[in-house]
C-alpha cells in the first residue's frame, strides 16, 4: 500500500539527490575550468616574469659596461702616462669622466698599492693614501687582481670613506708586470634604482645576490636575500668581471579582493590590540612583581632586601668620604600589642601606614626608611652631622607619638630609638644592626614608665 505521504517525500528526496549531483558535477566543471584558467595564469605570469627578468639583466648589462669601457680608457690612457702625469692632469681627466656618469660615486687610481689620487676629494678625504696591504678585508682580493692582470667588480662593501658600494678595480700593467691599480666606486642603490625606474612595474619584485668565480653563493647585492627561496621565483644570471650575479624576479600576489583587505586589516588590528594588551599586562605584572619583591605591601616602604642594597651602597660611598657620617636608627613601636589587642588588626595596619607616612616625613628627601618587620623600622642617614642626627631622631619621636585618627578613636603608641654610627659602630651591616637594637632596649628601658598615656584613647 503506498502512502501519499511517502511518495511526496519520495520525490523530494529524489529531487535533492539529483539537485545534489547536478550542483556536484557543475561544481566539478567549475573546477576543472577554474584549474585549467589558473595553470594558463601561471604559464603567461612565469613567461611574463622570464621577459621582465631578461629586461633587468640586459638593462644592467648595459649600464655596468658603460662604467667598464669608460674605465678600459681610463686605465689605458694612465698606463700611457705613467712616468710624465701630473696631479692637475690626472684630477682634470677624473673630473670630466666623473660627470659623465651619474652612477659614479670616485675614482681612485693607486700607484703600487698606494692610493694616491681619489676625485672629488670632497666627502673621501680618509681614502687618500691608503695602503692596500694594511686593509684586510680589501688585501686579499687587491693581491689576486695584481698576480691575475685581470679586473674584478665586488660589492657592495663597505667604504673607508664611509658608506657602501660597488667597487670596479683594475690593474694598470706596463711592460706585463703590475704598476698600480684603477678603483671606481658605483652607488649601487643609484644604480640599481635606476635600473629599476626604468623597468618600473608593480607586478614584480626582484633581487640580486653575487656569485663567486667558483660559483658559491655570496652576499645579497640588492633586495632581500629570501626572495630567493620564495615560490614562483625566476633566476637569470649574468656575468660580471671576477664572477656572476643571480637575479631572482617573483610575481607580487594580487590584491582585489577588498573584502579580504578589509579582512585582514581588522585582524591585524584585533590581533595588534590583544598582543599590546598582553604585553601591557605582562609589563605591568613584572613590574608589580618586582616592586612588592622590594617594597613592603602595607607601607609602601623598602623592605630588608632593598634597605640592605642602599646600606651596602652607603658604606662604600662613606668609605670613599670618610669625613661624612653615616648612620642607622633602629625604631621599635611601643605599646603597638595594646592597639591590636583593643581596636583589632584593622587598627594596627591604619597605625602601621601612619607611622611610615609620618617617619617618611620627619627625614630628608634622600634617606631611606625601612620596614624590618612587625613593628620595627630602620631608618638609614648619609651624609649628616651628629647635631642632625640627634635632631632627627627627636623629630621622629615627637611625629610618631603624636595621636592618630581612627574611626572615632584616638590611637596612640610611643617610639623606642637606637642610634648606630658606621663605622664607629661596626664595618658591616650586621654589627651595625646589632649595636642599634642594644641602644634601641636601652632607650626602651630608660623610658619604661616614661610614656604613661594610654596606647588607645576612647573619644
Known amino acids: 500500500m503506498r502512502f501519499p505521504g511517502f511518495a511526496f517525500f519520495s520525490r523530494r528526496a529524489g529531487a535533492l539527490a539529483s539537485g545534489l549531483v547536478v550542483f556536484g558535477l557543475l561544481v566539478a566543471g567549475g573546477e576543472v575550468v577554474l584549474r585549467s584558467q589558473l595553470q594558463d595564469?601561471?604559464?603567461?605570469?612565469?613567461?611574463?616574469?622570464?621577459?621582465?627578468?631578461?629586461?633587468?639583466?640586459?638593462?644592467?648589462?648595459?649600464?655596468?659596461?658603460?662604467?667598464l669601457y669608460l674605465n678600459s680608457g681610463l686605465g689605458a690612457y694612465l698606463v700611457v702616462r705613467n712616468s710624465s702625469m701630473q696631479t692637475s692632469e690626472i684630477q682634470d681627466i677624473l673630473a670630466v669622466l666623473h660627470r659623465s656618469n651619474r652612477h659614479i660615486r670616485n675614482f681612485g687610481v693607486a700607484v703600487g698599492y698606494r692610493l694616491l689620487y681619489v676625485y672629488p676629494l670632497l666627502g673621501n678625504e680618509r681614502a687618500i693614501g691608503l695602503y692596500y696591504p694594511d686593509q684586510p678585508t680589501q688585501w686579499p682580493m687587491i693581491q689576486k687582481i695584481a698576480q691575475s692582470g685581470l679586473a674584478l667588480l665586488a660589492g657592495p662593501v663597505e667604504l673607508v670613506q664611509g658608506g657602501r658600494g660597488l667597487v670596479y678595480r683594475m690593474p694598470l700593467m706596463?711592460?706585463?708586470?703590475?704598476?698600480g691599480l684603477l678603483s671606481t666606486v658605483i652607488d649601487s642603490d643609484s644604480l640599481f634604482r635606476a635600473v629599476q625606474a626604468e623597468s618600473e612595474d608593480d607586478r614584480y619584485e626582484f633581487a640580486i645576490r653575487g656569485r663567486d668565480a667558483q660559483g658559491l653563493t655570496g652576499e645579497a647585492v640588492w633586495g632581500a636575500l629570501g626572495l630567493f627561496d620564495q615560490p614562483e621565483v625566476l633566476v637569470q644570471?649574468?656575468?660580471?668581471?671576477?664572477?656572476?650575479?643571480?637575479i631572482a624576479v617573483r610575481p607580487r600576489l594580487a590584491d582585489d579582493s577588498r573584502g579580504l583587505r578589509w579582512l585582514i586589516r581588522t585582524g591585524s588590528a584585533a590581533a595588534g590590540l590583544l598582543v599590546a594588551t598582553m604585553l601591557y599586562m605582562l609589563i605591568r605584572n613584572r613590574g608589580l612583581m618586582?616592586?612588592?619583591?622590594?617594597?613592603?605591601?602595607?607601607?609602601?616602604?623598602?623592605?630588608?632586601?632593598?634597605?640592605?642594597?642602599?646600606?651596602?651602597?652607603?658604606?662604600?660611598?662613606?668609605?670613599?668620604?670618610?669625613?661624612?657620617?653615616?648612620?642607622?636608627?633602629?625604631l621599635d613601636l611601643d605599646d603597638f600589642k595594646t592597639v591590636n589587642d583593643l581596636h583589632g588588626h584593622k587598627a594596627g595596619d591604619a597605625v602601621l601606614m601612619a607611622v611610615a607616612s609620618r617617619a617618611l616625613a620627619a627625614v630628608r628627601q634622600h634617606d631611606t626608611v625601612a620596614r624590618w618587620g612587625g613593628d620595627e623600622l630602620i631608618v638609614l642617614l648619609e651624609n649628616i652631622s651628629r647635631d642632625m642626627l640627634e635632631t632627627i631622631a627627636q623629630r621622629l619621636r615627637g611625629s610618631i607619638q603624636a595621636p592618630i585618627d581612627f574611626e572615632g578613636h584616638q590611637l596612640q603608641v610611643g617610639v623606642s630609638i637606637g642610634v648606630a654610627i658606621?663605622?664607629?659602630?661596626?664595618?658591616?651591616?650586621?654589627?651595625?644592626?646589632?649595636?642599634?637594637?642594644?641602644?634601641?632596649?636601652?632607650?626602651?628601658?630608660?623610658?619604661?614608665?616614661?610614656f604613661s598615656r594610654p596606647a588607645a584613647l576612647a573619644e
Open 237 to 246: 644570471e649574468m656575468e660580471i668581471p671576477g664572477g656572476r650575479w643571480a
Open 422 to 450: 658606621y663605622p664607629e659602630a661596626g664595618t658591616d651591616l650586621d654589627q651595625l644592626l646589632h649595636a642599634a637594637d642594644g641602644q634601641m632596649y636601652s632607650d626602651k628601658t630608660s623610658r619604661k614608665g616614661g
Open 174 to 179: 706596463l711592460h706585463g708586470r703590475y704598476w
Open 290 to 330: 618586582a616592586h612588592r619583591a622590594m617594597y613592603d605591601d602595607l607601607t609602601g616602604l623598602p623592605n630588608r632586601r632593598l634597605f640592605e642594597d642602599r646600606a651596602l651602597m652607603a658604606f662604600s660611598r662613606q668609605q670613599r668620604q670618610p669625613e661624612q657620617l653615616c648612620a642607622l636608627l633602629f
Open 41 to 67: 595564469r601561471l604559464n603567461k605570469r612565469h613567461i611574463e616574469a622570464l621577459s621582465y627578468a631578461t629586461t633587468l639583466r640586459v638593462r644592467l648589462e648595459r649600464e655596468l659596461n658603460a662604467l
